[in-house]
């Protein structure tokens, strides 16, 4: 019986880009599983036949030599697709085994040919470092030094992991690919090499140092340049100062996140800072002017309103926290705290009572607050 054109076969036309013919094969290959097929006795040849198609299509040089030849370019057991097609070594275990890498290949993280399943080299881990710094620090930008423990390249094999800086060779148990793969009904079950772990390749004399690891635990000494403007939770990326990769893989990154310790002067709120300053009652009265501290070591003087009550706040332009990528700093926000004097002298009483007498319409919130008192209690007794 003649053979069906391969792009008949799974529904595609003559140049066909490779995505459409992949995506037509997988289409093919749902259609006729086996599971969905029970009442189907021509399902199995279908899908070896499908299979056969997508074999040579996929093939750039294959393809080429169908589309010049047709099916003649591979008779005689030269060069077809599996030696010949599925008629030779064909049962439909092994048919399905194709599909099964075709489909699922890229999800277990295996290439089909030429050993994708190595992992020769691999990035090194990445590392985090909690630093704290004051205000101050925060303010102006600091330079530090930390000691970070981490895996450091190992210099006896240059990190190959083999005494004397020898390559590694080729794991005998999966050749290279970093899997191996076992037969079990319908699927090709892969699994991790139990030889080289995955790796493709073995080490015959481990490096004395290292003990074949390829990196040795190492304290370093890295300064660290801490920008201004930075608060809690920034976070400083340093590349390629993490662990060392290995067998010459990249270093990872080493990541500094920043916690800024609390002031006793100054709350922060992103840009802004807020500084309580405690003012006697004479003062917040009378008004006058008081001297503040500024976060940057200096002083600035500010007037107080006269009768300011707690809790009255004054803005100092350009007098918060610097902004971290650029643009105008913060503000700095007085907040007045009227302080009631404590341990009064007998004298001192005595003029606080006279003070208090002559007073008596020189609080305005304290007589709108009884007078609604008072409406209150009177509305409850009615």
């Known amino acids: 019986m003649a053979k069906r054109d391969y792009y008949e076969v799974l529904g595609v036309e003559r140049g066909a880009t490779d995505a459409d013919i992949k995506k037509a094969f997988r289409r093919k290959a749902r259609e006729l599983h086996p599971d969905s097929n029970s009442d189907n006795p021509d399902a199995e040849s279908q899908f070896k036949e499908a299979n056969e198609a997508y074999d040579v299509l996929k093939d750039a040089d294959k393809k ?12 005689g057991g030269g060069g077809g697709p599996r030696g010949g097609g599925f008629h030779q070594q064909g049962d439909f275990a092994s048919a399905f085994s194709d599909v099964f890498d075709d489909l699922f290949g890229d999800f277990m993280g295996g290439q089909r040919g030429g050993g994708g399943g190595r992992q020769r080299a691999s990035r090194g881990s990445d590392l985090r470092y909690n630093m704290r710094v004051n205000l101050e620090e925060a303010f102006t930008g600091v330079q530090k030094t930390i000691d970070v423990p981490t895996s450091v390249s190992c210099a006896s094999c240059s990190g190959s992991g083999a005494e004397g800086g020898a390559e590694p060779v080729t794991c005998p148990t999966c050749s290279g690919m970093g899997k191996v793969r076992a037969q079990q009904g319908f699927f090709t079950v892969e699994r991790t090499c139990p030889t080289c772990s995955g790796l493709g390749q073995i080490i015959k004399n481990p490096c004395t140092s290292c003990h074949g690891k390829g990196r040795v635990e190492k304290e370093r000494s890295l300064s660290v340049n801490i920008p201004a403007g930075v608060e809690t939770g920034t976070r400083i990326r340093l590349a390629g100062e993490g662990d060392a990769g290995t067998r010459g893989g990249p270093s990872g990154d080493l ?32 008004g006058g002017d008081i001297e503040v ?14 009768g300011s009550q707690t809790g009255k706040q004054m803005r ?15 503000d700095m926000f007085i907040e007045l705290v009227v302080e009631t004097p404590v341990n009064l002298t007998s004298r001192q009483k005595e003029l606080l009572r006279e003070f208090d007498k002559l007073s008596e319409e020189n609080n305005p919130r304290s007589t709108t607050f009884f007078s609604k008192v008072k409406s209150f209690w009177d509305e409850m007794k009615g």
């Open 64 to 75: 080429a030599a169908y589309d010049r030849f047709g099916h003649a370019a591979f008779e």
């Open 255 to 286: 990541y500094i996140f920043i916690e800024v310790t609390e002031h006793d002067l100054f709350q922060r709120d992103a840009q802004h800072l807020f500084c309580q300053v405690p003012v006697s009652v004479s003062s917040a009265a009378l």
């Open 293 to 306: 501290p500024t976060i940057d070591g200096g002083r600035s003087r500010v007037k107080v309103p006269a």
């Open 316 to 330: 100092l332009r350009g007098k918060g926290m610097p902004a971290l990528r650029g643009g105008p700093a913060g």
